[in-house]
């Protein structure tokens, strides 16, 4: 399942349908990123823009990977966009696998990848002003030990 939309959604509620339809699986990875304001460098918003399309497709092929490389039952991502304020859920990962290992992995893999090349451009709005949020390297350096 891969939904991109600007609504909210219950993590929680989510969480549960998705372990419902999965009587097979031994395990459930779940992880909720949410959008923070650090002290020392708060932000008002996080604004996200995407074409849901091409979103949607790049993240079922992302999906696809996880499920074939972990040998996951099953895998889910929700990812918003529009404007979010800190403490609002952006993203949902969930992975189910039939041993804990694979579900760890697999929802560790998703993640890295979606932190760096999910198809979303992002801004942060300042109390100064709004600026576009750039790839850290120790997020690049997480998605490189998936190569090879």
């Known amino acids: 399942m891969i939904r991109v939309t ?46 849901e399309e091409l979103a949607v497709n790049e993240l079922s092929a992302l999906r696809e990977q996880a499920i074939a490389r972990f040998g996951l039952v099953d895998a889910a991502i929700i990812h918003r966009h529009g404007r979010l304020v800190p403490g609002e859920t952006i993203m949902m990962v969930m992975t189910l696998a039939a041993h804990r290992q694979a ?29 576009w949020v750039v790839t850290m390297s120790k997020d690049r350096d997480a998605q490189n030990r998936w190569i090879g």
């Not at 989510?14 to 990123?33: C, D, K, L, N, R």
């Not at 992995?105 to 100064?128: C, I, V």
Request: hydrophobic share 45%; aromatic share 12%; charged share 20%.
């Open 103 to 131: 579900a760890f992995d697999g929802a560790q893999f998703l993640m890295d990848y979606l932190k760096n090349d999910a198809p979303f451009w992002k801004q942060e709005e300042t109390p100064t002003g709004t600026r």
């Open 6 to 51: 600007a609504e909210p959604f219950d993590a929680g509620r989510e969480a549960t349908a998705f372990q419902a339809s999965h009587i097979e699986a031994g395990a459930m990875v779940t992880f909720t990123g949410l959008v923070r304001s650090l002290p020392g460098d708060p932000i008002l918003a996080l604004i996200l823009e995407c074409y």
